[in-house]
């Protein structure tokens, strides 16, 4: 049985990112497969979706500390999971094979490479999987002193990265970037569509655009003369993927 995990907290992701989540993984894994949700609301997510409470983790006071609650993830035992598990952003779109994700350098932590960062040996969280247990180190010390960590890193994944040890990056055209990879060049983005390659799994979208958004080519920013670069034609691929039209 291979576990796919989610995390969901507050109120930026509702019910549907991770509905889109679980159906997508049924549409792409040919193995018995179950998908968790952690979350401290459950309201809307679908049945067959196995819910469990937000792992607990020590997090500063400051609002800037929030992302860091994906490190409450590597902490041991974390309710019954063991072996290989696979993790997933709520804000990604998922187009192809998950299996192969439980096949590639089966016991390592394996990650994408972070997309702005090349070569600089930082993984991008959006899409890991992880031995769960290995690296409880890495939630153990954020516990005792989460503001120091906090101050030095700012971002989780800078942090997962220096600490883990032995780091395994995804092939490259798995698991990819909206923004970064698929988005072409400015001022190619005003006249050519994003759109994934044939051997793409997981499309990330962090920060901006939402799935959503980039579907309807809607690029939210509020400073006027980022506009003039800040651009998406619409993908209507999102919504082949994405949406369900069967529910």
Request: aromatic share 16%; net charge negative.
């Amino acid at each position: 049985m291979q576990t796919i995990i989610s995390i969901k907290w507050g109120t930026r992701y509702g019910s549907e990112y991770v509905n889109r989540i679980n159906r997508a993984i049924k549409k792409y894994t040919a193995r018995p497969t179950r998908f968790i949700c952690f979350t401290e609301d459950k309201t809307g997510i679908d049945d067959d979706v196995i819910i469990y409470d937000l792992p607990t983790v020590n997090l500063p006071s400051y609002p800037h500390s929030v992302p860091f609650r994906k490190i409450s993830l590597w902490q041991q035992p974390l309710e019954d999971l063991e072996g290989d598990v696979l993790y997933l952003d709520l804000d990604i779109v998922i187009c192809g094979d998950l299996d192969r994700f439980f096949d590639y350098e089966p016991g390592e932590y394996c990650v994408a490479e972070n997309w702005t960062q090349l070569g600089k040996g930082i993984g991008n969280t959006s899409c890991y999987r992880f031995p769960v247990g290995r690296y409880k180190h890495i939630y153990d010390d954020f516990n005792q002193d989460p503001e120091a960590i906090d101050q030095k890193y700012k971002i989780s994944q800078k942090y997962v990265s220096d600490t883990v040890g032995n780091m395994v990056y995804w092939p490259s055209d798995w698991a990819v970037s909206f923004k970064h990879t698929l988005l072409p060049a400015w001022p190619l983005n005003f006249f050519k569509m994003a759109k994934p390659g044939p051997n793409t799994s997981v499309v990330a979208f962090t920060g901006k655009p939402d799935p959503d958004e980039a579907m309807i080519g809607h690029w939210p920013e509020t400073k006027k003369w980022k506009r003039a670069y800040k651009y998406t034609k619409p993908c209507p691929w999102i919504e082949d993927y994405w949406l369900d039209k069967s529910s």
